[in-house]
C-alpha cells in the first residue's frame, strides 16, 4: 500500500499524506520497544509513510539515534523532520525552558545530525518560540543553516500568528506544526488562516488527542504511571468522563463506516485541506497500519460538520503558556 502525497509550503516539500510522530518511541507515553519502534518506523516506509517526525529533546536526545538507525539504509526515501530548543531538568526530565539563540541554533542541528547519522534534515522547527529572543534572530541562524546546505526546509512549531509573519519575512517558512485535532482547535481562529496567506502547510501533531480519540482508552488508570497524559486536565476525572461522552458521536460515525474512531479522527483532519499533513504517533505496527487506513475514508460534509460541532472540556496542557510562549511582549 502506498499512501497519497501532500506537499508543505510555497517551497514545495513534497511529503507522504500521512507522516509518523515518533516521540512515544523513547518518551512520555511509557513502556516503550526498541525494536518493535525500529520495526514501525520499517513498516511505515514500507506502507508510504516517508515523513518521519522527531526532537532532540525526546528522551534526550535517544528518539533521533532511535530514528537515525532505523532509516539507515533507507534515508532517500525519507523526508526527515527535527525539531529544536526546549530544555529540560536533567534530574525530572521536564520541559524547563527554550533557547532559540543562534549560536544554540548552530550547535543544536550539529548535535541532531550526528545522532540521526545524516548530513542534512529536511524540515527543522524551532520546537517552542523563545519570549527573550526576537523570532528574526532564530529564523535568521536557521536560515544559515539552509545556506550551509544542513537543513532544507524551515518550521515552526506552536508559534503565534503573529510570529509566523514576522519570521517568514526573514526566510520562507514551509511548516507549522502545532497540535489539531477534533478536541484541540485553537489554532484555526488565527494560526491557520496565516499559514493560508501566507503559503505554510500545516502538521497537526497529537491527531488522536493523545489516544483519547481512539476509544482505547477509557481511564487514566489505562496509563503507565510515568505516563505524561496523566498532568493533562483533559484526563482529569470529570473531563474525562465528559470528553468519552463526545467520544460516543464520534463511535456511532465511525460504526457506520465500520472504521474505528481513530480512522474516523484521522479522516477528519485530512479533510481540513491538501496542505494538513497530521503525523500521528504510534509505536507498534498493529496501529500503524489502522491510522493508514485512514486515508481511504471519506467522511460526507453532514458527518464533518457534525464532528467540528464537538469541543473537548479541559485545557490541552496544565499551563497553556508552554504554547502559548510569544503571545506577550519580550521580556527585558
Given at each position: 500500500m502506498t499512501t497519497t502525497t501532500r506537499t508543505l509550503g510555497r517551497s514545495g516539500l513534497p511529503v507522504s499524506a500521512l507522516g509518523l510522530g515518533c516521540m512515544g518511541m523513547t518518551w512520555a507515553y511509557g513502556p516503550t520497544d526498541r525494536a518493535e519502534s525500529i520495526a514501525t518506523i520499517h513498516r511505515a516506509l514500507d506502507l508510504g509513510v516517508t515523513f518521519l517526525d522527531t526532537a532532540d529533546v525526546y528522551g534526550d536526545g535517544e528518539n533521533e539515534k532511535l530514528v537515525g538507525e532505523a532509516i539507515a539504509g533507507r534515508r532517500d526515501e525519507v523526508v526527515l523532520a527535527t525539531k529544536f530548543g526546549?530544555?529540560?531538568?536533567?534530574?525530572?526530565?521536564?520541559?524547563?525552558?527554550?533557547?532559540?539563540?543562534?549560536?544554540?541554533?548552530?550547535?543544536?542541528?550539529?548535535?541532531?545530525?550526528?545522532?540521526?547519522?545524516?548530513?542534512?534534515?529536511?524540515?527543522?522547527?524551532?520546537?517552542?518560540?523563545?519570549?527573550?529572543?526576537?523570532?528574526?534572530?532564530?529564523?535568521?541562524?536557521?536560515?544559515?543553516?539552509?545556506?550551509?546546505?544542513k537543513v532544507r526546509h524551515l518550521g515552526l512549531s506552536e508559534a503565534s500568528a503573529a510570529t509566523i509573519r514576522r519570521a517568514a519575512a526573514v526566510h520562507p517558512i514551509t511548516a507549522v506544526q502545532s497540535e489539531w485535532s477534533l478536541f484541540s482547535r485553537d489554532i484555526e481562529k488565527a494560526v491557520v488562516p496565516a499559514c493560508r496567506e501566507l503559503g505554510i502547510g500545516l502538521v497537526p501533531y497529537s491527531p488522536l488527542g493523545r489516544g483519547l480519540l481512539t476509544g482505547a482508552l477509557t481511564s487514566v488508570d489505562d496509563l503507565a504511571a510515568d505516563d505524561f497524559r496523566r498532568t493533562q486536565p483533559r484526563w482529569q476525572a470529570d473531563n474525562l468522563a465528559a470528553n468519552l461522552e463526545l467520544l460516543g458521536q464520534v463511535r456511532s460515525i465511525a460504526a457506520r463506516y465500520r472504521a474505528t474512531p481513530a480512522q474516523v479522527a484521522l479522516a477528519w483532519v485530512l479533510a481540513r485541506g491538501e496542505d494538513v499533513v497530521p503525523i500521528p504517533g504510534t509505536k507498534r505496527r498493529r496501529y500503524l497500519q489502522h491510522n493508514v487506513e485512514s486515508l481511504r475514508l471519506a467522511l460526507t460534509t453532514e458527518d464533518l460538520d457534525r464532528l467540528s460541532d464537538l469541543h473537548a472540556v479541559g485545557e490541552r496542557y496544565p499551563d497553556m503558556s508552554w504554547v502559548e510562549r510569544d503571545t506577550a511582549p519580550l521580556r527585558s
Open positions: 526546549i530544555l529540560v531538568d536533567p534530574v525530572t526530565g521536564r520541559p524547563t525552558r527554550v533557547d532559540g539563540s543562534p549560536g544554540y541554533v548552530r550547535a543544536a542541528i550539529d548535535r541532531s545530525l550526528v545522532r540521526l547519522g545524516v548530513d542534512h534534515v529536511d524540515l527543522y522547527y524551532q520546537h517552542r518560540p523563545d519570549p527573550d529572543i526576537p523570532v528574526e534572530e532564530t529564523v535568521g541562524a536557521m536560515a544559515e543553516l539552509v545556506t550551509a546546505g
